[in-house]
C-alpha cells in the first residue's frame, strides 16, 4: 500500500510539473517555436536515450554515502531543454529515468529515482525558462546558475522534508542506520541535518557545476547544427 501511494505521488508531482512547465513556456518563453510533432518527439526522444544511458554511469563521492552516486544525465535533459522548451525538458527527464529502470531496475525502492527526476526538474526547468525567456549566452549562463542554486536548495530540504524518510520507510532501513553510512565517510555527519549539509549540498553543488559547464560549452557548439533546418521544420502559424 505504501509503494502504490508512493507511486501515485510520483504521478500527480510529475502532472503538476508539466502542467507548471506547460505553462511557463506559453506565457513565458519569447522564442517559442511550432516544430512537427514527429521532429519533437524524435529529439526529445533521442536526448532521454542519452540522458538514460549516461544515469547507468554513476560515480562514487569521497563526502557522501554510497546512495548518493554523480551521474552527468542532466546534461542531455538541459540541451534537450534549451532547444526545444521547457515542456521537452521535463519529459526528458521523466523518460531518462524510465529508461534506466528498464535497463538496470532500482536499488533504491524507487525512492533515488524519483529523487533524481524530481530534483533534475528543478535545475532543468529554471535554468530552461530563464534562457528561453531572452535567449542568448548571457541568459543560459545566468539559468545554469540560477537552476544549479535552485536545485542546491530545493535537493537538500526535499530530501532532509521528504526523501530521507521515505527512503527509511520503503527501503526497511532505520534512520540512524542511513546517518551512520554518512557518519562512515564523514565523522560531522551526525543527525539528518547535517548529512544534508556536509553531503546533499555540496553533491548539488558539485553536480550543477560540472553539467552547467559542459552544456554550456557543449550546447554553443552544437545549436548551429540543431537548429539549422528549424525554419523548415516548423510548423506554419
Do not use: W
Not at 554510497?66 to 544525465?73: A, C, P, Q, R, V
Not at 549539509?197 to 548539488?204: C, E, M, Q, S
Not at 533546418?229 to 516548423?234: A, W
Request: net charge positive; with cysteine.
Amino acid at each position: 500500500m505504501e509503494n502504490f501511494k508512493f507511486v501515485l505521488t510520483c504521478v500527480a508531482i510529475f502532472a503538476a510539473i508539466i502542467l507548471v512547465a506547460s505553462m511557463l513556456e506559453k506565457f513565458v518563453c519569447k522564442d517559442r517555436k511550432r516544430f512537427s510533432s514527429t521532429h519533437y518527439i524524435s529529439y526529445t526522444s533521442i536526448f532521454a536515450a542519452m540522458a538514460g544511458v549516461l544515469m547507468l554511469i554513476e560515480i562514487p563521492l569521497f563526502f557522501a554515502p554510497g546512495f548518493y552516486k554523480l551521474d552527468l544525465s542532466e546534461l542531455p535533459a538541459l540541451i534537450c531543454t534549451f532547444y526545444l522548451g521547457p515542456v521537452a525538458g521535463v519529459v526528458c527527464e521523466l523518460l531518462k529515468v524510465v529508461i534506466k529502470l528498464l535497463l538496470k531496475g532500482t536499488s533504491t525502492a524507487y525512492v533515488g529515482d524519483f529523487a533524481n527526476f524530481f530534483v533534475g526538474c528543478s535545475m532543468v526547468l529554471p535554468a530552461s525558462v530563464i534562457y528561453h525567456a531572452k535567449p542568448g549566452k548571457k541568459s543560459a549562463i545566468i539559468g545554469l546558475v540560477a537552476g544549479t542554486v535552485i536545485m542546491t536548495i530545493f535537493g537538500s530540504l526535499f530530501n532532509a522534508v521528504y526523501l530521507l524518510p521515505k527512503f527509511s520507510e520503503l527501503f526497511g532501513m532505520p534512520m540512524e542506520a542511513i546517518i551512520g553510512m554518512g557518519s562512515d565517510v564523514n565523522g560531522a555527519i551526525n543527525s539528518v541535518s547535517t548529512l544534508v549539509l556536509f553531503a546533499v549540498v555540496p553533491f548539488n553543488l558539485l553536480k550543477g557545476a560540472v553539467v552547467s559547464v559542459l552544456t554550456f560549452l557543449l550546447y554553443k557548439r552544437i545549436s548551429p547544427i540543431l537548429h539549422k533546418s528549424d525554419e523548415k521544420l516548423q510548423k506554419k502559424a
